[in-house]
């Protein structure tokens, strides 16, 4: 795996920063959670940077953001780093597990941001590998949203050559 120090890591870093989305959403809303944040303003308000108190999701913060929200959809930009990258220099499966879980959120909380849910199954299938540098476009959608449960999908793509990177399922307790 290719250790960035320097000049590499600057270069590394305005590579991420070509995505006109990432540089408009810099300016972030800091110490309030994504879920949070949609319920007191609605979904919405989630989108740009996307925002974490420090949890685990914190992977994501300087990196996504959410280009597009609306009943029951979401696609989010992600820029990879080299912290997210695997000792093969690609994105790293709990990375790219991570991001299945925080879609298949937002896409839920598009359709009432009141109800964020807790993670019952999750599951993820690789198909293609991304690497430090490349850009991703996460889709995600609502398969069913009921009164218990919620299901959603989340397919993510390299943005360079729209080549599937992975397929994921996420069921959650409302």
Do not use: W
């Not at 896409?107 to 690497?131: H, Q």
């Amino acid at each position: 795996m290719p250790l960035y120090r320097g000049a590499a890591l600057f270069s590394l870093a305005r590579q991420c920063l070509k995505s006109p989305t990432i540089l408009r959403s810099l300016s972030t809303q800091a110490s309030q959670s994504f879920i949070e944040r949609a319920k007191l303003q609605g979904a919405n308000a989630l989108l740009g940077a996307f925002t974490s108190k420090g949890g685990f999701d914190a992977v994501f913060k300087d990196n996504m953001t959410i280009i597009a929200i609306k009943d029951g959809h979401v696609t989010v930009d992600v820029c990879i780093e080299p912290s997210l990258l695997n000792s093969y220099g690609t994105i790293h499966g709990g990375a790219t597990s991570t991001l299945v879980d925080i879609v298949g959120t937002l896409a839920l909380l598009s359709r009432d941001a009141t109800k964020p849910g807790v993670t019952v199954e999750l599951s993820t299938s690789y198909t293609s590998s991304a690497k430090a540098g490349d850009s991703l476009r996460v889709e995600g959608k609502v398969l069913k949203m009921g009164r218990r449960l919620g299901f959603t999908q989340v397919e993510i793509f390299r943005s360079s050559d729209d080549a599937l990177v992975a397929t994921g399922r996420h069921t959650k307790a409302l």
